[in-house]
């Protein structure tokens, strides 16, 4: 079974302050993806990463940056936290099983609160 | 814009009954689909893959219609334990892992 862990299930910060999300996942897979989820906007992404090192920026980076240094950790960094950074994240990753195939598992999340 | 389309609902059906979700999506390139589905404060769980014109698991199926860019979902004698929110979700296209996920269409099943 795909394995995808995070750091925190509640976080509660102050704005200004630098938060860390970190992610975990034990398949060896190749791609992570960083999301927040905010009610009746569905899922968007924020950054993803395609290897160790790389990172691409998703729908709406700003205000994140990412860090991947290991093949199985990818971390999202909120460098001053605001009260609309208030949200759900969602770390998942995914591995290239068989040609053109793309599943994606996802970690239980962080419910991050910036008061 | 690449984007997938679902009804919001909410669904509200009676134990046992058939319900079916439809869901468009706008990049002719996708060939990967995927059904998700997500408990409320919890993360998205794959449901069921789509890579051909369906699949069928036990009580679920889905369907692929390419031509007009539609995937269908559903669900056979539903049980209260389906409740959920569903999620309709295709492959950006190209080789890169990305997917578009729709905002779900949520369902609840009554006693």
């Known amino acids: 079974d795909v394995k995808v862990t995070q750091s925190s299930r509640y976080l509660v910060k102050r704005t200004g302050e630098k938060v860390f999300l970190e992610c975990v996942q034990d398949?060896?897979?190749?791609?992570m993806f960083w999301y927040r989820q905010d009610p009746g906007l569905g899922l968007r992404l924020i950054y993803f990463?395609?290897?160790?090192?790389?990172?691409e920026k998703g729908d709406i980076p700003e205000g994140y940056s990412v860090s991947r240094e290991k093949k199985e950790r990818f971390s999202l960094i909120l460098e001053s936290a605001s009260t609309n950074q208030t949200s759900m994240y969602l770390c998942?990753?995914?591995?290239?099983?068989?040609?053109?195939?793309?599943?994606?598992?996802f970690g239980p999340g962080t419910r991050l609160t910036v008061t | 814009r690449k984007e997938v389309e679902q009804d919001p609902g909410p669904f509200n059906v009676p134990e046992g009954a058939t319900v079916a979700f439809n869901c468009t999506y706008s990049n002719s390139a996708s060939q990967s689909f995927f059904w998700y589905r997500q408990d409320c404060r919890k993360e998205p769980k794959l449901l069921m893959s789509v890579y051909s014109s369906g699949n069928e698991d036990g009580r679920f199926t889905a369907q692929l219609n390419r031509a007009s860019q539609y995937i269908s979902l559903l669900i056979r004698d539903s049980k209260l334990s389906d409740s959920a929110t569903y999620l309709c979700v295709a492959h950006y296209g190209g080789s890169q892992g990305n997917l578009i996920f729709g905002k779900g269409t949520k369902l609840s099943v009554k006693p």
């Open positions: 990463s395609y290897d160790v090192k790389m990172k």
């Open positions: 398949m060896d897979h190749e791609n």
């Open positions: 998942a990753s995914s591995g290239l099983r068989d040609r053109g195939r793309y599943e994606q598992y």
